[in-house]
């Protein structure tokens, strides 16, 4: 009964299971609920994913872990709790738009696709923590793209998102 939940959770409540993009699928659920969220929450969206990702981050490291026992190989596909994760750490503090869904969901799939340095390395580390690093440093650097475009956006004249 564990293994079915953890199988549950760690595919991102079975959208990992799509046969072809699983990474895209688990980001796209991710970001529903991230809009669900938003819809719910409103203004406090940010603050609300902030709690999310601070509480289910150790949970989601060691279900990455238990679903790689499970799945018996490294890294599985199928496993997207990390692409959860990492698409909710762009958006930690951040105000809720669909517009800002979008960007944050099309930027995090382009960073977690390239894997740029130090991500590409950050791959090699073992188990539930290997599987979930990567993707939470792509959400960081959205993340401080976001920032950015916040900062920027009281300083000039028309709004960025």
């Given at each position: 009964?564990?293994?079915?939940?953890?199988?549950?959770?760690?595919?991102?409540?079975?959208?990992?299971?799509?046969?072809?993009?699983?990474?895209?699928a688990g980001s796209f659920a991710a970001m529903v609920i991230y809009c669900?969220?938003?819809?719910?929450?409103?203004?406090?969206?940010?603050?609300?994913?902030?709690?999310?990702?601070?509480?289910?981050?150790?949970?989601?490291?060691?279900?990455?872990?238990?679903?790689?026992?499970?799945?018996?190989?490294?890294?599985?596909?199928?496993?997207?709790?990390d692409e959860f994760f990492g698409l909710w750490i762009t958006f930690v503090?951040?105000?809720?738009?669909?517009?800002?869904?979008?960007?944050?969901?099309?930027?995090?799939?382009?960073?977690?696709?390239?894997?740029?340095?130090?991500?590409?390395?950050?791959?090699?580390?073992?188990?539930?923590?290997?599987?979930?690093?990567?993707?939470?440093?792509?959400?960081?650097?959205?993340?401080?793209?976001?920032a950015l475009l916040l900062y920027f956006q009281g300083n000039i004249p028309?709004?960025?998102?």
């Amino acid at each position: 009964m564990i293994n079915r939940w953890i199988i549950f959770l760690a595919t991102g409540f079975y959208s990992g299971l799509c046969p072809k993009a699983p990474g895209t699928a688990g980001s796209f659920a991710a970001m529903v609920i991230y809009c669900i969220m938003g819809a719910v929450f409103k203004e406090k969206t940010g603050v609300i994913i902030a709690c999310v990702f601070a509480i289910g981050l150790l949970p989601a490291i060691i279900i990455s872990d238990s679903a790689e026992k499970i799945f018996n190989e490294k890294d599985p596909q199928k496993v997207v709790i990390d692409e959860f994760f990492g698409l909710w750490i762009t958006f930690v503090f951040v105000p809720f738009s669909f517009k800002v869904a979008l960007i944050g969901f099309v930027l995090f799939r382009i960073f977690d696709i390239c894997k740029p340095f130090p991500i590409n390395y950050l791959q090699r580390i073992k188990g539930g923590l290997g599987i979930m690093i990567d993707d939470l440093l792509a959400g960081l650097y959205v993340r401080i793209i976001f920032a950015l475009l916040l900062y920027f956006q009281g300083n000039i004249p028309f709004k960025i998102i």
